[in-house]
Nanobody, 115 residues
């Protein structure tokens, strides 16, 4: 299993970013995918999850209405569109899949929201 992330960077408050996560080594369309984040000095937290077919999504209360998780099963890729970013969204973001009882992680992408 391999999860390769792209995106992230520095953005001003109110701005937008999109993260991508390209998956390989497993049948992507069979598994729910998630995004987590970890801010300095804090525990890693679940941000959003999307079902295998893409028809059901769940979000942390802190990002509802601002972030959108989506997936393209033809491209084996999951996305996180982040709008109206706030300084408190600053964190390292990780894509994740739970497969056969094992959690696999992307390499992480730094998102910094600052003026």
């Amino acid at each position: 299993v391999q999860l390769v992330q792209s995106g992230g960077g520095l953005v001003q408050p109110g701005g937008s970013l999109r993260l991508s996560c390209a998956a390989s080594g497993f049948t992507f369309s069979n598994y729910a995918m998630s995004w987590y984040r970890q801010a300095p000095g804090k525990e890693r937290e679940l941000v959003a999850t999307i079902a295998s077919g893409g028809g059901r999504t769940n979000y942390a209360d802190s990002v509802k209405g601002r972030f959108t998780i989506s997936r393209d099963n033809a491209k084996n890729t999951v996305y996180l569109q982040m709008n109206s970013l706030k300084p408190e969204d600053t964190a390292v973001y990780y894509c994740n899949v739970l497969r056969v009882g094992v959690k696999y992680w992307g390499q992480g992408a730094q998102v910094t929201v600052s003026s």
